[in-house]
């Protein structure tokens, strides 16, 4: 009995690669309000006022600045029955994405091309607000977005997926899926999609000249060719004002508008997402977006930080 | 076939490609009888170690993560809130709910979004090994929801989700009578496979290579009461290799008991740290 | 599924009968209620059985159709399971409220059947890899008197006892193209060998023993059942337990013997009366839904 107690905590150890990392640094309420018991009771009776009592002194009530991200985490390659695979982490907010390539005919308009199908869920298990059942408002919207982002940034050129002309292609189905929902699903949605594509590697497959049946060797595999690399950065507004980057889900339920930008590493608009809410001057979201190129590259050394670190041997 | 307005569609058929697997590639037995492909020993219960952590998803009361050997599954507890179904007759106790769904990417073949009738078949095993542990009678009017998601199916995920969503419970602070921990063998032979892999369970590496289902048998157990809260078993098997089985079973749960007790104190000690005074 | 209230003295009364092998209706414990069969009674089905057990009714129609075997069993046909819980047995069941219940029984019939000796799929094939047979096989639930799962494997033994399959021959013509011929004769068909297609007994712990063939007043005295599915020579295809109890290991063991030797007593007198009503062929007489 004693080694499998021994065997667990060496797990543990390497667990922060192979699977989840929760040591996620904590960000508690500053201690002159968790102190008092009466904060708890502000909170939940007035949760606008108490926003607006930290926003007032310009830092939010995890102890963020307005301008700054939660700590995002990065781990790939994880499952090992998806073709590709990673799970991120934005504060709470935890995505994972797996990609499983499937053999299909291609479309007829387009012979030359492949599919990609991006879905998002957000079951049960991440948040009490969704029901089980076919997929809500959220998470249709979400679905749509991803696969608005891939098809005008170009992440991946579909002409890529083709392997016989107009007789076979690849189907990449990425399936995202939320597991703990804390705000800012788009952007850890982003993340956990791109770094799953960088990761995802496919079989070779030549068809056969006399039954032109598929054949397909797992031996040998490749991964896809990344054309762009598009990074999200979500905003709210606060009381039709206050600009907040990477909102919790209480803050977005507190919010007047959303607002998210998708730049690629040209620094280059890829997709703006303003689902309705109150409206904002040009300046300030010209604010949104050169905080978004910020963040990109801070995302782009993550992403690049992680695969190297996965392909040298532990 | 209805088409699904509410996702992002793609073409109507595709196929795995494991469907065309190079013939030549395709088998490669293992010429060794004696060990199992992860090194373990056949006929001994030598369960595959786990890494367990509670506490993991911020929204829910109560979550446990479980990892053994590829398999991988998450558990969440919601409640006890007020219950949905205002029609039950019998209000003095709590109703538990349960909700198991593989990731579409978790198994070797994509599976689908939509709940298939074997995941509500293993929701409604979950729910009979559960209910047992559980303290309903505590929560007159309300219920609990358990929702467990499979990220990687390795075999033996009812067993092992059985045991993260009693782990679960007890993060979420429901009162329990006991744990509820989970084991699965496979009987292969005359000798049998203790927390089967995907590829044992499904028969992939008989040497004959018939899928011959000569017995599965998954137990849920509660140690400290011992007893057998939930039993399932397919394939044909005599009635002292199912005793024998369930035996085997029960001997597993107890090598798991102690990890899990001790994720459990850890968490309890995470969540309230012992006073300073 | 149909429950029925018991108050705590009719509760005392039955578990104190239970302990002295004596039930309310004057059976033993292992003893089953009266039970009568009729096969052949849809006659635009393939096979098709009638079980009656106490006022339990349940009506099994079996049709044989022609599809793709599955990729991974290539040389193999299959059987599908559906279960019926119709409002005609219950209220209860009324819009989607069967459908809990069946899609349960329904997952426990594939379950029960999931080996290999239960039925020759293999004699279900028609062309490796493009024909086989799939049996489909439509449970419907007429009466709610405790037990269901037992009277269905007994109706659905009995049914495909009864289901003859057309024989199919295959020709090829020159280009190698195959066609697929059905037997104009309607007496030459394919029979199904039966004999080891296990039955379902369910045992209810009641008290500290355990009874077969619940009634829904046992069944409300009891915690948890098992259900085992035994085969003709005693071997074991399923078990599971049901019910929102638990059981003491021991108490497992005991039951699974009782399941082995009931179940083994269940199959000969079954198979016996189902070959002596086929032998009758013409002249036996119909009962019907109204006997």
Known sequence: MKHLLINLVSRGTEMNFVGFRSDVRTLDEPTWLTKNTMAAGFKTAEPLEYHRSFLKENCRPDGRELGEFRTTTLNIGSISTADGSALVKIGNTTVMCGIKGELANPPVDAPNKGYIVPNVDLPPLCSSRFRPGPPGERAQAASQFIADVIESSAVIQKEDLCIVKGKLCWVLYCDIMCLDFDGNLLDACLIALLAALKNARLPEVTVNKETEAPEVNLESRRSLNIHKHPVGASFIVFDDSIMIVDPTAEEESLSTATITVVTDEEERLCALHKPGGTSLSGEKLQNCISRATTRHKEVRKLIDKVIQSAKTPK | MPTDTKRVRGPEVSQSPSLFLCKTAAKKSTASNDARVDGRQRGQVDVRSVFVRCGLISQAKGSAYIEAGNTKLICCVYGPRETERKDETDMKSGRLITDMRFAPFSCRERGSWIQGSDEKDLSLMLLESLRPGVCLQKYPRSQIEVNVMVLENDGAVLAHAVTCASMALADAGIEMYDLVLGCSIRQEGATYLIDPTFLEENGCNLASGSRENLGSLTVAFLPSLNQISGLQSDGEMGEDTLTGGVRTCIEGCFKLYPVIQQALSKAVRRKAPPSES | ?291
């Open chain 3, 1 to 291: 599924m149909a429950t029925v209230q018991v108050s705590e003295a009719e509760k005392v009364y039955i578990l104190h009968g239970v302990r002295d092998d004596l039930r309310v209706d004057g059976r033993g414990c292992e003893d089953y209620r009266h039970m009568e069969i009729e096969t052949e009674m849809v006659s635009n089905t393939d096979g098709s059985a009638k079980v009656t057990l106490g006022h339990t009714d349940v009506l099994v129609g079996v049709k044989a159709e022609m599809g793709k075997p599955r990729p991974m069993v290539p040389g193999e046909g299959y059987l599908e399971f559906f279960v019926d819980c119709s409002a005609n047995a219950t209220p209860e069941f009324e819009g989607r409220g069967g459908d809990e219940l069946g899609m349960e029984l329904s997952n426990t019939l594939y379950k029960v059947f999931n080996n290999r000796y239960s039925v020759d799929l293999k004699s279900l094939c028609i062309s490796p890899g493009e024909h086989c047979w799939v049996l489909y096989v439509d449970v419907l639930l007429l009466q709610c008197d405790g037990n269901l799962f037992d009277a269905i494997s007994v109706a659905i033994k009995a049914a495909l006892f009864n289901t003859k399959i057309p024989k199919v021959h295959i020709s090829e013509d020159e280009e190698g193209g195959k066609e697929i011929e059905l037997s104009d004769d309607p007496y030459d068909c394919m029979r199904l060998n039966v004999e080891n297609v296990p039955c379902i007994v369910t045992l209810c712990k009641v008290g500290h023993r355990h009874v077969v063939d619940a009634t829904l007043q046992e069944k409300a005295c009891s915690v948890a059942s098992l259900i085992i599915s035994v085969t003709r020579k005693g071997t074991v295809t399923c078990v599971r337990k049901v019910g929102g109890g638990s059981l003491d290991p021991e108490s497992i063991f005991e039951m699974t013997e009782t399941g082995k030797r009931v179940g083994k007593a269940l199959h000969a007198p079954l198979m016996q009366l189902l070959q002596e009503e086929e032998s009758l062929g013409k002249k036996r007489q119909k009962v019907g839904f109204l006997g």
